[in-house]
């Protein structure tokens, strides 16, 4: 009985992920890593997969290369149901192995199993339902499925298209599933103070004459949340809110970067971005000040700094990413990106640098001192040049600068023997 009891430790509640192969029916034991082979068909349903079910010695005992048939007879012989449950939308499975007392402990096996959960949360699935073979009908109840033996489970679904929920401002992505409507917020808890979230509208926020129940919404569709005041007027977001522009230099490869948020009754809608520091390749750094009132900065002054944890708006506002260095200050539009690119035996390389437009020193620099690594054997380094491959555009930089905004390609010659 101990072998048995190993193999009961080994497969009770487990999910994994796997490929749809030719072959019998796989799974693996956590220790040792070999195959638990379930004869069946033609058909491997759960590819080889690893049992992340409990730590305990006794696990190292799991029977293996045991086939449909013997598995069958032990599980009767010990009055256990060996149940696997497959979702082949996501090529997930779950093994549970347990005494069953009836058809309402399959459903609740089932209900509450992490593959079910992770079906559900799912937005571009809807669960149908289960059913005993991948493309037959959906059972009805479970006592077809009581029994002491072998059984496979599939959930089905089909593929959803999600609907869009406005609130106050806000979007979100919506799932409709057998238990109702997924939101990921009730829109009760976030309502203004003075308003009651009355229900839902198809064109706006604060049309009151097509509210509508969500279990009509169409697949695609947007809903907007309604707010009403004691005299049953709509709350408009528009009219409490502020919008907060922010432009900030986000990365020299996806450069200068501008983000609107609406602000309104004392809280961002959204977070909040915050600047990384700019760091270049050959080490010239620019560090993040905070956002600025000011879009250039003539002569620098702390007091036009903004703290975005305490800043409140009272208008719509722009605010632009401040840098330092050396004691100079720049905001995101005093900068551009230079593009260097070069083979490798990796593939293609780049190197984004991040240069300001009205001094190219240091990316001129970079671009004289450059040398690549993980060159292919046999090459050597000969210069940029402005066009791809074309040795003839080859730039000469000790007396040409860089161009800001441009992309120069590293050029490579074989070496001579």
Same mark, same amino acid.
């Given at each position: 009985?101990?072998?048995? @009891? ?6 009770t509640?487990f999910?994994?992920?796997?490929a749809?192969?030719?072959g019998g029916?796989a ?5 040792? !890593?070999d ?5 069946? *068909?033609d058909?491997?349903?759960? *590819?080889d997969q ?6 305990d010695?006794?696990?190292t ?13 032990i ?19 779950? %093994? ?14 089932l ?13 571009a699935?809807?669960?149908? *339902? ?13 006592d ?13 679904t089909?593929? %959803? ?5 406005e ?8 799932q409709?599933?057998?238990e ?7 829109p009760?808890s ?13 064109? /706006? ?14 697949? *695609?569709?947007?809903v907007? %949340?309604?707010?009403?005041?004691e ?10 809110? +502020?919008?907060l522009?922010?432009n900030?230099?986000m990365s ?6 501008i !983000? $609107?948020i609406?602000y ?5 809608l ?6 990384? $520091?700019?760091l270049?390749?050959?080490g ?15 002569? +620098? ?12 708006p ?21 900068? $551009? ?12 390389n780049?190197?984004?640098y991040?240069?300001? @437009? ?5 990316a001129?620099?970079?671009?004289? /001192? +450059?040398v690549?690594?993980?060159? /292919? ?9 402005t066009?791809?491959?074309?040795p003839? $555009?080859?730039?000469d930089?000790?007396?040409?600068s860089?161009? %800001?905004?441009?992309?120069y390609?590293a050029? +490579?010659?074989?070496i001579?023997?």
């Open positions: 009985m101990g072998k048995l @009891k190993g193999f009961l430790v080994g497969l509640t999910v994994g992920a796997t749809l192969t030719a029916i799974l693996n034991n956590h220790f040792n !890593k195959k638990i082979t379930l004869s069946y *068909g058909k491997t349903y759960f *590819g690893v049992n992340s079910g409990a730590t010695d006794i696990q005992e799991v029977q293996l290369d045991k086939n449909l048939s013997e598995l069958n007879a599980c009767k012989e010990n009055n256990f149901m060996l149940m696997l449950v497959v979702c082949p939308a996501t090529n997930m499975f779950r %093994a549970d192995l347990q005494i069953v007392y009836g058809s309402e402990q399959v459903e609740s096996n209900m509450n199993s992490n593959l079910y959960q992770l079906v559900v949360s799912n937005p699935l809807q669960f149908k *339902g289960w059913s005993l073979s991948e493309n037959g009908p959906l059972l009805e109840n479970f077809s499925i009581y029994k002491n033996e072998v059984v496979i489970v599939y959930a089905i089909e593929q %959803a298209t999600p609907f869009y929920a609130i106050l401002g806000q979007t979100y992505t919506c409709k599933t057998t109702g409507i997924s939101i990921e917020i009730d009760t976030v309502a203004p103070e003075g308003y009651t979230f009355i229900g839902w509208s198809l064109s /706006s926020s604060t049309d009151l004459d097509n509210l509508t129940d969500l279990s009509n919404i169409s697949e *695609g569709q947007m907007y %949340a309604v707010f009403v005041n005299n049953n007027e709509p709350y408009d977001i528009a009219e409490h809110s +502020f919008t522009t922010l900030y230099w020299a490869l996806e450069g200068q970067q !983000k $609107s609406m309104y009754n004392g809280n961002y959204e977070d909040v971005n915050f600047c990384n $520091s700019i270049n390749e050959d010239t750094f620019y560090n993040f000040v905070g956002f600025y009132k000011n879009q250039t900065v003539d002569e +620098f002054n702390p007091e036009l700094v903004v703290d975005l944890n305490s800043f409140v009272n208008s719509n506002a722009t605010l632009y990413a401040l840098y330092e260095r050396d004691e100079n200050y720049y905001t995101a539009y005093d900068f $551009s990106s230079i593009s260097f690119q070069w083979e490798s035996v990796w593939g293609m780049i190197s984004a991040t240069t300001l @437009k009205n001094d190219l020193t240091d001129t620099n970079y671009a004289k /001192s +450059f690549p690594f993980d060159l /292919s054997e046999g090459k050597t380094f000969v210069g940029w040049s066009v791809e491959n074309d003839e $555009s080859i730039v930089f000790s007396s040409t860089v161009v %800001a905004g441009a992309t390609y050029i +490579f010659q074989d001579l023997e």
